[in-house]
């Protein structure tokens, strides 16, 4: 293992004998490769449960809103299919009423649109049913005037994409992630999904009572095939290393990235939102010494989290990336408990 990087590993070895997670899988580096990538833990608490790889795939859950979704609309916002100041209701039009004719898709990006963070009945079957469902909810608050964080502005986000794009969200990111070189992708093949790192479902899940294996965890993405605007996306630490590094390259100014990843782009979606108490940029998140990020990262660091366990946080001005996947939602410990786990070990990496 690369010096440096005992404290970390030892915040995660911890974490597991306090089940927290059972595996977890790393991927830490900079602009020019991985400087630490290690496996820790059995894919299950179970005896005899097979141990965790670097290969192993995870469920990257809201993983999927910055890397997929944002990165899907910035290439549409780059060809001019997508205005991300223009009215949300150009693209839906049951999205009516005075208090969201304003709303624009950075408003959905930057959970800011009024809506809330989930339905209040169970989720429909089919994208119509989301569509109307999240169209006509009422709005929780005024948009722009807090920030509250919100799946429904995403799925409706998959959607705009969808029709903007002229396919699926999936095939529109896969090609963003061939370019990079990322194998990032919305399910796994048969030949990989009993690879996959295991979750179990929530109660209110219709799937509860079974473990998932290579399905996604998201209830809401479970009904949409898998495929959706804040959750569905599977990967390796390896795969969500090579996507980070392209990233953080055009966020140090490199030139000709692969597109859509412009520093300009990127350097536009990783700003942070003027919405008062926001930490939000566009599909991203910013620094604060409160997040789970810990207290060691730049003022210029972004990043996102997923409920299965999951992160990825990018300091340019450090030159570093950190990528942590772990299967929390298979039996581990709370949320709370991620996240200070998470804050652990990104102030323990001494590099």
């Known amino acids: 293992m690369a010096p440096g990087f005992d404290s970390a590993r030892r915040v995660l070895a911890d974490a597991i004998r306090a089940r927290v997670f059972p595996a977890a899988t790393v991927d830490v580096g900079s602009s020019a490769g991985p400087i630490w990538q290690d496996a820790l833990g059995t894919l299950s608490f179970d005896a005899g449960a097979l141990p965790a790889v670097l290969d192993t795939p995870f469920d990257l859950a809201s993983l999927t809103k910055p890397i997929a979704t944002a990165s899907v609309l910035m290439q549409l916002v780059a060809a001019g299919a997508v205005t991300l100041a223009g009215p949300v209701s150009s693209s839906f039009p049951e999205w009516t009423g005075a208090d969201r004719q304003d709303v624009t898709p950075a408003d959905l990006l930057e959970h800011s649109s009024g809506l809330s963070a989930r339905l ?92 998932l294996v290579g399905e996604v965890h998201d209830n809401y993405a479970a009904a949409l095939g898998g495929i959706a605007g804040h959750a569905g996306l599977f990967g390796t630490a ?49 620094m604060l010494v409160t997040s789970s990020c810990g207290r060691r990262m730049s003022a210029s660091a972004f990043g996102h989290v997923g409920f299965t366990g999951t992160s990825l946080w990018i300091d340019p001005e450090r030159d570093r990336y950190f990528v942590l996947l772990t299967n929390r939602a298979h039996g581990g410990g709370t949320l709370d408990q991620m996240r200070e786990v998470r804050r652990a070990f990104h102030d323990s990496v001494e590099t």
């Open 238 to 286: 390896a795969a969500v290393g090579v996507f980070a590094r392209a990233v953080l390259n055009a966020a140090r100014g490199r030139h000709n990235p692969p597109p859509p990843f412009s520093p300009e782009l990127v350097g536009r979606f990783t700003a942070r939102s003027l919405v008062p108490g926001s930490s939000r940029a566009l599909g991203w998140d910013t």
């Open 120 to 211: 209040l009945d169970v989720p429909p079957l089919s994208r119509r049913e989301f569509e109307h469902e999240i169209c006509t909810a009422p709005l929780e608050y005024a948009p722009r005037t807090r920030s509250v964080y919100s799946d429904l502005g995403f799925i409706l986000l998959g959607f705009l994409a969808e029709d903007r794009g002229g396919t699926t969200l999936a095939s529109q990111f896969e090609a963003i992630a061939t370019r990079v070189g990322a194998p990032l992708t919305f399910g796994l093949p048969d030949g990989r999904r009993r690879e996959a790192a295991p979750t179990t479902p929530l109660p209110e899940d219709v799937r509860r009572g079974r473990v």
